[in-house]
């Protein structure tokens, strides 16, 4: 499994979400790591190019697509299961799926944003933890990573739908992580669940639309991989319940 002698040679880690710009950076970071990477997203012929590019930019290494409805509990429960039967190990999960909607004020809030925003952000955050969370306590490297945003610690009048829905993703993950402090007792955890917060995203296809832009604070998705792959690097004790930022704080 993997592709050899990385830092993460032999590891079998599942991104959700990964037909995106950032998916599509994970994948192959963590490939090139020496992972075995499954990718999940609800467009198959995105994630089938994203599956694509990995393999053909890290040299072949074993990056597999599976199209799974992460708002089905069962679906995903079945994903998170056909991982662990299929490769012996689940040693992470990177939760990228992602969304934004907002307004111009506050007044202006639609709750059809909140209804779009709560199953995106956060329904499939539980389906994954709920579905994931024992095969990763079972591995000696366990982790759970949710992407968030600095606008879930510091809203804004007009993203009061997103930044909440962001912040109930946040509190949701720092629940799993107490549940992996309370499974390791006395010696700490051995699996982890943390969060790391951007700002907002940016890469290359956005820099070419908008040369002019300066898109101050953005985290490139190819940084934001490999913040990634850097948590491996640390203890499940330094992450746990652990938000790591990859921008000022607000």
């Known amino acids: 499994m993997g592709n050899g002698n990385g830092p993460l040679s032999g590891a079998v880690i599942a991104v959700a979400g990964a037909g ?37 930019a890290s040299g072949g290494a074993s990056v597999i697509g599976d199209t799974v409805d992460l708002l089905d509990l069962q679906s995903t429960r079945d994903w998170a299961a056909h991982i662990e039967k299929d490769f012996g190990r689940v040693d992470g999960l990177v939760h990228l799926v992602g969304g934004w909607r907002g307004s111009e004020t506050f007044t202006k809030t639609s709750l059809d944003d909140w209804d779009f925003l709560e199953l995106l952000l956060i329904r499939t955050v539980q389906h994954t933890s709920l579905a994931f969370h024992e095969a990763l306590q079972r591995s000696e490297r366990g982790r759970y990573l949710l992407i968030s945003a600095a606008g879930a610690s510091a809203p804004t009048a007009g993203n009061a739908a997103y930044a909440s829905a962001k912040a109930a993703a946040e509190a949701w993950t720092l629940a799993m992580a107490d549940y992996f402090r309370k499974a390791g007792g006395p010696d700490g955890p051995t699996s982890a669940a943390a969060i790391l917060v951007v700002k907002a995203l940016v890469h290359d296809a956005m820099r070419a639309d908008r040369p002019n832009a300066k898109f101050a604070g953005f985290t490139d998705v190819k940084d934001l991989a490999e913040g990634i792959a850097d948590v491996w690097d640390e203890s499940a004790a330094e992450v746990n319940g652990k938000r790591l930022w990859l921008t000022e704080k607000p």
Do not use: C, F, M, Q
């Not at 963590?30 to 694509?52: F, K, Q, W």
């Open 20 to 56: 995106g710009p950032a998916g599509r950076a994970t994948l192959l970071r963590l490939a090139e790591a020496g992972a075995t990477v499954i990718g999940a997203d609800n467009d198959p012929e995105r994630l089938s190019e994203a599956v694509d590019a990995a393999r053909y």
